[in-house]
């Protein structure tokens, strides 16, 4: 198989609503509701009060999902070891040069 | 798939086979940290925490470690019926495949059914602490893309391996002309496998611009030497450099020092959307070792003559 090379835009752009995005992450939108609650999932709230979601925020959700099925964390745990896994990303991405997406 | 038939879960996890529960559970923590997928991007990775994670799913579960004590690694296909202390003891007295703790000899066959391991445990995440969640799409994951500095300039198709669950994959990847140091490419759905059905992450190729000994890389721009007799660097003069895109000519102004940058514009890197880099050219003044006697000469006319003083001038 033959791929181009395109840079990758930056998402973001689209957004998906609660309903939408629970079903693109295979989770109960009680249980998106809770993790937004507890900062691990970004979400916005309009103006009726309506969560909305980034398409960037499926996969960090799945990597929530995985790191709690690896080591048996808790979800302030989590929180704070995505945390450190972003910020050491952006300090990787800077000694390439480079910002992150870019 | 015979994919755990192989594997030694003791030594998968680096412990001895009469090892504490204590001590598996140390190294499946250990190794856990060190090769999920979420902490570690290199595709490797992956294979490496799966390997390790039904390791663990094995060993760590008192009944299973013994049956696989006694039945090795196809302990799966062995029916559950089967006592191991009975096994053990049955092939002891029939002398074969003497104190290796593992089965294999014996004169004992099992059924070769397919058992699928990915149904028993249910994908990388779906067994021990994975219940309660559904399917879980795949980490992405990134892997270094080596160019050189010609490839940058003019794009090519590369053929990149990575180690991956099945041994190799290999793709062909268009290089677009202009990619730079550090730029990350995203191949969609290529990164990690994700569980009972949900989406592949993807891969990101980080581009690296290998070192080349004529041509340094800075973003777009290229810096490249260029060496300068005295007479040509003092009288000026016109001399041809290669760049990445074939042969420049590049005037030298008289006058010229060396550490002196002579700006081709638009002959680094180019940008799709957008202004290419400029090649540099540094100068660097070069004297011959072992004059001739003729310039020798020359040169002491010239120091007599000369009032120039290169430690005065600033």
């Known amino acids: ?88 990303a952006a300090l990787q991405a800077a000694q390439r040069g480079s910002p992150p997406g870019g | 798939m015979d994919s755990s038939s192989d594997k030694d879960f003791y030594r998968l996890l680096g412990v001895a086979r009469d090892a504490s529960q204590d001590d ?10 060190q090769y999920h997928p979420d902490v570690n991007a290199d595709p490797a990775a992956e294979e490496r925490f799966k390997d390790v994670s039904e390791a663990y799913d094995v060993l760590s579960d008192p009944q299973t470690r013994r049956r696989y004590d006694a039945f090795g690694p196809d302990f799966r296909q062995v029916p559950p019926d089967v006592d191991p202390d009975a096994f053990r003891r049955g092939r002891a007295t029939a002398g074969a495949a003497a104190g290796s703790g593992r089965a294999g000899g014996g004169g004992f066959s099992f059924p070769q059914g397919d058992i ?71 191949l969609a759905g290529q990164g990690g496998r994700g569980s009972d059905g949900a989406p592949s992450g993807d891969l990101y190729l980080i581009v690296r611009i290998m070192p080349h000994p004529s041509y340094r890389v800075q973003g777009r721009d290229i810096y490249t030497e260029l060496r300068l007799a005295p007479w040509e660097a003092a009288l000026g003069t016109s001399v041809p450099i290669d760049t990445p895109g074939g042969e420049a000519k590049v005037k030298v102004p008289a006058g010229t020092s060396s550490g002196r940058r002579l700006r081709l514009r638009g002959r680094g890197l180019p940008h799709r959307r957008g202004n290419a880099g400029d090649l540099f050219a540094e100068t660097r003044i070069m004297v011959p070792d072992k004059p001739t006697g003729a310039e020798r000469e020359l040169f002491e006319q010239l120091a007599a003559a000369s009032s120039f003083d290169p430690r005065r001038q600033r």
């Open chain 1, 1 to 88: 198989m033959t791929y181009a090379l395109i840079p990758y835009p930056r998402s973001g752009d689209r957004r998906l609503s609660l309903d939408v995005f629970a079903r693109a992450t295979g989770t109960h939108p009680d249980l998106v509701r809770r993790l937004v609650a507890l900062g691990v999932v970004d979400a916005e709230r309009d103006r009726a009060g309506q969560l909305w979601f980034s398409t960037d925020e499926v996969a960090a959700l799945a990597r929530v999902q995985r790191l709690r099925a690896g080591f048996a964390l808790n979800y302030a745990a989590v929180g704070l070891v995505t945390d450190l896994l972003d910020r050491i």
């Open chain 2, 116 to 186: 699928d391991i990915e149904e028993l445990f249910g994908g990388l995440f779906g067994g021990r602490a994975g219940r309660g969640w559904g399917p879980i799409r795949g980490a992405d994951q990134e892997a270094e893309l080596p160019v050189t500095v010609e490839e940058a300039y003019s794009g090519g198709r590369r053929s990149v391996a990575l180690s991956a669950d099945d041994g190799r994959r290999s793709f062909d990847v268009d290089v677009p002309a202009g990619v730079t140091d550090g730029q990350r490419i995203r």
């Open chain 2, 24 to 33: 598996i559970q140390r190294a499946y923590r250990k190794l856990a940290r």
